[in-house]
């Protein structure tokens, strides 16, 4: 079998070639880089460099058709928000090539619009932060009164497609009214594009993975999260596989079971600390960035989704091991610098101690698998380290707002492998 797996730089890539790799499938890893993450690994078979998705996703998806039809690989996997948008739109003509275990676009659609979600999700009796959808300033200085502090900003969409290629967005927060009003002012895409007015939800972070054939559940997986970058909710980068809630199962098909959704997806929930209770935050069409804990625990998702796509029975897991930890080192190192160095501009958050954050650090996470680092695979972490390291050079500063998400830096950054 040959397969194809983008964004190569993404944990989820890395976990991917290395699931299908160790079961002798030849693994052909592309991103817009001569290298990455993935392709570093010995159970990549070949590398191939392709036009930036994000920059010029017309030429991306020219290269895609035509790598398709020359190189006719078995499976064609996408990683991010980006490149699945591209798979999904020009499904029905990459299927003349490759077989693929995505959604119909539609469906893709509509889960990566969060507005329409969360909307979908309330009329379902599953419970959602407090949401104020708003279209711009006009918008904000109208439903002012109703907006409780401090207030979590996001647009409806983690990216945002423009002239110019895909818009990186990220999660904001205001602290009262005037901060909020000089956001909207200042970010142009909160001025001119759709974004959410929310509750902050304080709390431990769940996830549901997923994998459905045309909308029927074919088995699932969940885990908790113990640490995230940024601290207030972001990225895992230390997760345990915990069992599934029933009820979070149930919640999250009756969003993906009546449109149809064929693949992976994940469900995050954040179980509020006031009242206990979980509540949806958003669901991701695609892999998710602790998918190698998954694989470890014994849910294969990687290799779950070829069989999928080629039409063959699934060999699904009775049940997987609990209590697993898989800890992303350089992310928990993030973790671990946001709660020295992190400034006044913070979102209000417990208050943390920072002996007690080196101590976690240090001896915290004893039975915890590394993610990227593997001893019968040690150059993805070599590569790992060197972009860290590169990264830091061009750091300046320790950034102290939650607003550098989406820079190509170190700590509140979306350095190699960031992806949720």
């Known amino acids: 079998m040959k397969v194809f797996v983008t964004d190569g730089d993404q ?39 392709y036009p930036s998705p994000y920059r010029q996703p017309q030429s991306f998806e020219r290269w895609l058709l035509d790598f398709a039809a020359r190189e006719r690989v078995d499976v064609m996997i996408p990683v991010t928000d980006v490149t699945t948008h591209a798979v999904t739109r020009r499904q029905d003509v990459l299927r003349r090539h ?22 979908r999700a309330a009329t379902c009796g599953i419970p959602i932060p407090r949401t104020q959808v708003v279209s711009g300033l006009a918008d904000v200085k109208r439903i002012l009164a109703h907006v409780e502090f401090p207030a979590v900003v996001k647009p409806t969409r983690s990216r945002i497609r423009t002239d110019h290629g895909w818009r990186s967005t990220t999660v904001s927060y ?31 972070g769940l996830g549901v993975f997923v994998i459905c054939d045309h909308g029927r559940l074919l088995t699932t997986f969940a885990h908790r999260r113990l640490r995230e970058k940024p601290p207030s909710g ?14 979070l199962r149930a919640q999250t098909m009756s969003l993906l079971g009546p449109i149809g959704w064929h693949g992976v997806a994940m469900a995050e929930y954040k179980q509020d600390e006031r009242t206990g209770r979980p509540v949806l935050m958003e669901v991701n069409g695609r892999f998710w960035g602790s998918t190698q804990l998954a694989i470890d625990a ?65 001896g915290g996470t004893r039975g915890s ?5 593997r001893r019968d695979d040690p150059r993805p972490m070599v590569y790992e380290l060197t972009q860290y390291a590169r990264a830091l050079l061009r750091l300046r500063t320790i950034p102290a707002h939650h607003d550098v998400i989406g820079a190509r830096v170190p700590f509140g950054g979306n350095h190699v492998g960031a992806l949720e």
């Open 98 to 119: 490759s077989a693929l275990a995505v959604p119909p676009f539609e469906a893709f659609d509509f889960v990566s619009d969060k507005g329409r979600l969360l909307e």
């Open 174 to 204: 205001a602290a009262s009214p005037d901060e909020l009003l000089r956001l909207y002012a200042e970010v142009d895409y909160l001025s001119s594009s759709p974004s959410l007015i929310q509750e902050r939800i304080v709390g431990t």
């Open 298 to 362: 014994g849910v294969d998702f990687p290799f779950l989704s070829c069989q999928l796509a080629l039409g063959r029975p699934p060999d699904l897991p009775p049940t997987y091991e609990l209590g697993m930890k898989s800890r992303w080192l350089l992310g928990d190192l993030d973790h671990l610098l946001i709660r020295l160095f992190e400034g006044p501009h913070q979102p209000a958050r417990q208050t943390w101690s920072k002996m007690r954050a080196v101590v976690e650090f240090l």
């Open 369 to 373: 698998r590394q993610e990227v680092f």
């Open 11 to 49: 944990r989820p890539a890395l976990a991917i070639t290395r699931s299908l790799g160790r079961r002798g499938v030849d693994v052909i890893v592309g991103e817009e880089r001569p290298d990455s993450l993935a392709s570093s690994s010995r159970y990549a078979a070949a590398h191939v460099t």
């Open 234 to 247: 972001g990225v895992s980068v230390l997760s345990e596989s915990v069992p599934v809630d029933p009820q």
